[in-house]
């Protein structure tokens, strides 16, 4: 986590800020890119993002399939049938 977390602050310039059990990083120059991070199990991070597909979460996504990771897209509305 911590390698992931200062690989997107160098990429981006933002620093991440640990508030309670996750990392929120937020862009400084529009507070609505913003989105928490934390680690479930040894292996899955989950993101958290309630907008709009921003520069920052672009960024941290690349950054994480840089290091050999990968994404999939959830949506809680799948769980409301």
Do not use: C
């Amino acid at each position: 986590m911590e390698e992931i977390l200062q690989r997107v602050s160098i990429r981006t310039g933002i620093e991440p800020v640990y508030l309670a059990d996750k990392w929120l990083l937020t862009n400084p120059l529009n507070q609505e890119d913003i989105f928490s991070l934390y680690q479930e199990d040894n292996h899955k991070l989950i993101l958290m993002n309630d907008g709009p597909m921003t520069t920052l979460l672009r960024a941290t996504l690349y950054t994480l399939i840089e290091m050999g990771g990968y994404y999939a897209e959830w949506d809680i509305s799948s769980l409301e049938s």
